[in-house]
């Protein structure tokens, strides 16, 4: 009987350190729990912007290849990058995969498509500079960049040389 008498004499405040205690450890865990849960997201989005960056940047370097193997309406050949027909259709099947996967915009993969495979309304709506121009700032918007008003006469570097590097390669090739 003793038991109860102590037992009402007790009050609930005796009990506040316990229960400070308990409740403190708690919220840390949530909070710690929260933290984690925060960084795996944010090293996910990280990891996808990667894989995003990589991806235009490798169909951005492909195009370049593509495009320096068209015919031309200038005189100057652009410098080419040896490959195959079957190495360059492979190729491009990886990259036209790898950007249905990591881009948002339908936009982007239609207009690699558009470039790498035109068939005669494409052409008719635009040049394969153009498109090439659209494709790059559908990228730069797709990585969050701002688009960009590239001149026409500057979307492509067909060569890039010195009058040094001209004369050194003209005296290898006699």
Known sequence: MEFLNNASKTSWLDYLPYVISVVSIISSVFIVSMQYKQNIKLHQESERYNAKKETILEALSFLDTFISWLDMENSVDP???????ISLTVKARTIHNKLCIVCG?????????????????SNEDSTVFEKYNQFRNKCRMELGYKMVDFPMDRIYLSQVSTRALREKD???ID
């Open 105 to 121: 915009d339908s936009k982007i993969v239609e207009l690699f498509v558009d470039i790498v495979c035109p068939n005669k309304k």
């Open 170 to 172: 003209k005296n290898n």
């Open 79 to 85: 410098l080419r990058e040896e490959i195959s027909e």
